[in-house]
């Protein structure tokens, strides 16, 4: 039997919650109100049983992607596939690190599918699956770390642009990360690539066999990870300007890399309270806007 997940609408009388199990999703759908009735119906309806979907073929989600071959099945198994291959040649990456993207984007399609709206985003525990219709734009705002509060930064992606997906990743996210930053933020054509993205770049935030930093394996924490023995991240104490320097330079090198193979149209490195952006072009002020007091690694952030 179909496990019927939990279903409200928030105090606003706009947004819908939808959660069942680790799947906890915010959307919100701007149109006219039969639109956005059709609109959330959708949503409801393919977010039934989305979870026993993928459920049913976890043992498949958790093993190391194949670049090659693809052996799901689901939709949105074979998305979270989709998403990681272009990685999977060079890194240790599985279709888990694209779930929560690729769920978005699933109860996205359900909704643009059956309505005509303006504006809709499907938030998946901060990886966000958008719709914009021409003229429309979409702001978010970024804390420096994902379990902290206060706004550090405002994102606005416009209907001319061609991101779609946004993603965060890093150690003190929902899942465990192989390096040390706060939070690395994707920007994407898609939610699913910019997860698996965010992945790829947090991981790469790192300062290899450094003693102030305190690893344990992710089955230690979680026997069922698909992370296995891999050494995950458990705390980072003191370093220094030079290291966290160093760092975030290891993750923007790779985000550079991704942004030279179309794999992610702009990232955000954090990490002790410094940033690093890596974007085709400086982004300020139409697209990030930063606090004023912005520190000396902040202002010379663009690659």
Do not use: W
């Amino acid at each position: 039997m179909t496990r019927l997940p939990q279903i409200r609408l928030l105090a606003d009388g706009k947004r819908l919650h939808l959660q069942d199990g680790p799947i906890d999703l915010i959307v919100e759908a701007v149109g006219s109100e039969a639109d956005r009735r059709a609109a959330y119906d959708a949503a409801v309806r393919r977010f039934t049983g989305l979870l026993d979907e993928l459920c049913s073929e976890l043992p498949l989600l958790r093993r190391v992607a194949d670049a090659d071959r693809c052996l799901l099945q689901g939709v949105v198994a074979r998305r979270m596939h989709a998403a990681v291959a272009p990685f999977a040649a060079a890194h240790f990456i599985t279709p888990m690190a694209a779930v929560a993207g690729s769920v978005a984007e699933e109860i996205l399609g359900a909704m643009t599918g059956v309505a005509r709206l303006d504006r809709v985003y499907v938030n998946n525990g901060g990886d966000i699956a958008l719709y914009l219709a021409d003229g429309e734009r979409f702001s978010v705002g970024l804390m420096d770390r994902p379990d902290a509060s206060g706004t550090m930064r405002t994102i606005s992606i416009d209907a001319d642009e061609p991101s779609r997906g946004i993603a965060t990743s890093g150690r003190h996210g929902r899942s465990f990360s192989l390096g040390i930053a706060d939070a690395v933020t994707v920007l994407a054509e898609t939610a699913s690539q910019a997860d698996a993205a965010a992945t790829i770049i947090a991981n790469s935030v790192d300062l290899p066999g450094h003693p102030a930093i305190m690893r344990c394996p992710a089955r230690d924490l979680q026997p069922d990870s698909d992370l296995g023995a891999r050494l995950v991240t458990r705390g980072v104490g003191e370093l220094s300007e030079a290291e966290i320097a160093a760092a975030l330079e290891a993750g923007a090198a790779c985000a550079r890399r991704l942004l030279a193979m179309g794999l992610i149209d702009s990232a955000i490195l954090r990490l002790h309270g410094e940033s690093l952006v890596v974007a085709p072009k400086a982004i300020e002020p139409t697209v990030l806007q930063a606090p004023a007091a912005a520190s000396a690694m902040e202002r010379l952030m663009h690659a």
